[in-house]
């Protein structure tokens, strides 16, 4: 799809998602997030509650469709925990207790007194129904240990995005592509989606992970470029648009680091990032990850591609709406 066709004058996502309202029991985990510390805004819980269903994959049942959507809420809430600690609070202590939790054979130790007990009790309630949803699905024994896999990966891109931010002269382009996509969770919502699509075939796991993996560095694209100027002005330097621009030497490593806490500085860095380009150019790798899924699309009968496609053309146009907003 070019991105010329997307015309943001005629969407009506930015509507919709102000709109969208999220069930009673969802809307008092938010409530329970914020109490023990969470301060994101409620658009984003609003944006992530209504693009869910673009993504979801053909091969769900649609009687489970909201079952699926809300266990990827919870999931996307147990994430936002651990990247509120590492990023925002920089609570590496209590962060790794909390990435303990997915797995049986580690205990967070919440007994430390370095450790935040609250929000690791939250983490833990809400990981609780997480698994309880997804044991109890058609294929949740199946596809499990491949779920619990790919959430390691999102702590490990917590984990790098933070490293950065203490490290800024370790990042480069190709490792932040390698390791921050994950954070965008695109392999962990298709792996519960296959705990509850019973059609799909097994056997072309491997074809979907493959077309799975370009869909998440879209979505790491389209909230790349729609959110490191908030991000800059927090002096938060993991955006890989700014470290496009650390490498294409548009900024220098002293001016980025500066970002945050010199408003002079942060706004010079920003004008220059915004007249170097970068935001079309990953636009750019955006449309070559979309015409190669289009290419894969024939290996993966179970799950429709072109709908895969719509959605994440949808969810495109929901970062690029919703700019300055989360």
């Not at 809307?27 to 509650?49: C, K, M, N, S």
């Not at 002005?233 to 900024?251: N, P, Q, T």
Request: proline content about 3%.
């Amino acid at each position: 799809m070019p991105l010329t066709d997307i015309d943001l004058t005629e969407s009506s996502h930015l509507e919709n998602i102000d709109r969208c309202s999220l069930p009673a029991h969802l809307t008092e985990v938010i409530d329970a997030y914020e109490a023990v510390g969470g301060e994101r805004d409620r658009f984003l819980w609003q944006w992530l509650y209504y693009v869910f269903p673009t993504i979801e994959l053909s091969c769900v049942e649609p009687d489970a469709s909201q079952q699926v959507r809300e266990v990827k809420f919870l999931a996307s809430m147990y994430v936002v925990v651990l990247d509120d600690l590492a990023e925002a609070a920089k609570d590496q202590r209590t962060f790794q207790e909390a990435s303990k939790i997915p797995f049986d054979h580690l205990e967070p130790d919440i007994d430390d007194p370095a450790v935040d007990a609250d929000r690791v009790a939250f983490a833990v309630a809400v990981w609780e129904r997480v698994m309880a949803t997804l044991e109890s699905a058609p294929r949740g024994s199946t596809f499990e240990d491949v779920f619990l896999f790919d959430i390691a990966q999102t702590h490990t891109a917590i984990e790098y995005s933070a490293l950065v931010n203490r490290h800024l002269e370790l990042a480069t382009v190709e490792s932040i592509t390698a390791y921050d996509s994950y954070n965008m969770m695109l392999f962990t919502y298709a792996d519960i989606d296959l705990c509850f699509g019973p059609a799909f075939d097994r056997n072309e796991i491997g074809s979907l992970r493959r077309i799975t993996r370009r869909a998440q560095m879209m979505a790491r694209i389209g909230n790349w470029v729609t959110t490191w100027e908030r991000e800059l002005r927090e002096g938060d330097y993991s955006s890989g648009v700014v470290i496009a621009a650390l490498e294409d030497g548009v900024v220098s490593r002293e001016q980025v680091r500066a970002c945050g806490d010199d408003a002079e500085t942060t706004e010079a860095c920003i004008d220059a990032i915004a007249d170097a380009g970068i935001e079309s150019r990953f636009l750019h790798q955006w449309d070559t990850h979309y015409q190669e899924i289009k290419r894969l699309a024939p290996a993966l009968e179970s799950v429709d591609v072109d709908a895969l496609l719509g959605g994440l053309e949808t969810l495109l146009e929901c970062h690029l709406v919703s700019r300055g907003h989360k």
